[in-house]
């Protein structure tokens, strides 16, 4: 409980701002306060230790200015027990207040009201951020919102924030102020600026929060509202269409789409934190693959049925070659049964296959007499590479790097085999897919045929090249589970269409069973 000795105005609001290194939007912040129809404010910024320039403009603009850790709930009970206002408001530093929020707020919080509850408007220039506008008009004053407004006598009954929470901090407080009295929604509204807004980033702000919001549904194991807050059904449906906001889903059509989108790729992600495996032992599978499971893969492999070239990655490397690849210099890395490879051999390409499975060259040597084509076989390790540097024009792999922990030194001794212009081309598992769900259960199991492995999104793969210090030329998305699940009557028919239209569009990466990379050296 909050013990305060300081006497307060009884018109006074306080507006207690937490921040972490917000020098780009704190500025703006207290000066839409300062602007506010409302004049008798006293602003409080209470800072978690910041290393830019937070600290000086907060104290050019703020009327007091604290440091307190570790995180925002630690930082809002500080500024309460710190203002001298009747009311508490509560502003990110990244928020704008329209001109007379806190006016309505004074207004509308009678005796028969507890907390007042702020519409929010995301700000931003981009498409996704448009989206996230849109995406957030549905949760006002529903489960998923929190108070923001309310009496500084009931923000001490209540205890201030749970310190004990780094996520979902605010939904606790707002479960509490509920089960007390009574809430309602002013009409003026607060920018939530998200002019920043990348979807790889904003997935991985959410992913951040995964194991931290057990800590708030153990809390508040049973309550209804809290599994509506973590229900799939809820977030995914009811909250988009009740109260009959399914109208504004109609009326605009594209926004609900992409929407709907980036809420299934937070929910997948979550989906998949919920899976539990033991973390030592997938370790140790990622640093030691051994060649026991990948021979009894490719032991059956010499078979007429199992000679599949993939037609989408033989595209891909043709396309990057103006479609002439004869006497190009090719190497695939843990080529499998070589059925890509000698594909590109038959089409002209000087040929080099490297995998560490017996089983795997033998499959190959088989392949090559029987399509009477002609490659050079290794069997290695891809962490001792056994060629020269600068000799290849490009360098493949295809579901291979999934398999290693960290595959960037991996990579990094593949970049130095190629030439100065080359291109290597990486095809790995496309996270956002049913397969990626039934992988991680059977892994969980024990299961799965083919050991450890991740998976990648299109932004995880960016990463990569960034790290490579290398230049993306392009990505792309091959196969699509749900066609596994068609009947085998129509399913070549329906693949066809697939690869002939889909499969070439730029949703292939996002939708695609398989995600390819292609780089420059």
Known sequence: MIRLHIEYDMQKVSVIIPTKNSENTIRRCILAIKKQSYSAIEIIVVDNFSTDNTIIIAKKYADKVFSAAPERSAQRNYGVQKCTGAFVMLVDSDMYVSRNVIKECVEGLTKEYIGIYIPEKILGNSFWAEVRNFERGFYNSTCVDAVRFLRKKDFEKLGGFD????????????????MIGKTKEIYAHVFHDESSFAINKYIGKKKSYFDDLQIYQKKWAGHPEVKKQMGLWYRMVWVFIENNKWRRLLRHPILSIAMLLLRAMVGFEFLLSKIKFNNNQLVEMSKNPTSKTWNAQW?????APFFKPNHKVIQEIERCFDGKVTGKKILEIGAGSGCDILSLSKRGACGYALDFSSESVKTMQYWSKKTKTNISFTQGD?????????????????????????????????????????????????KYSLYTIAKHVRMGLGTHPFGWETEYSLGELRKISEKLNTKIVRFYGRDLDLIQKIPIQIRPQINTIYQKT??????????????????KK
Not at 164 to 178: G, H, P, Q, T
Not at 299 to 303: D, E, G, P, S, V
Not at 397 to 419: A, N, T
């Open 163 to 178: 310190e004990n929470l780094r996520v979902a901090e605010d939904w606790d407080f707002d479960r509490r102020i509920r």
């Open 299 to 303: 032991k059956h492999y010499n078979k």
């Open 382 to 430: 891809i962490q001792n590479l056994p060629y020269e540097k600068s000799q290849f024009d490009m360098i493949y792999s295809v579901g291979l790097m999934e398999h290693f922990e960290d595959p960037i030194p991996l990579l990094q001794k593949q970049l130095s085999l190629l030439k100065m212009g080359g291109l290597l081309l990486i095809d790995v598992p496309q």
């Open 502 to 519: 889909v499969e070439n569009s730029c949703i292939s990466p996002y939708i695609g069973l398989s995600i390819g990379m292609i780089v």
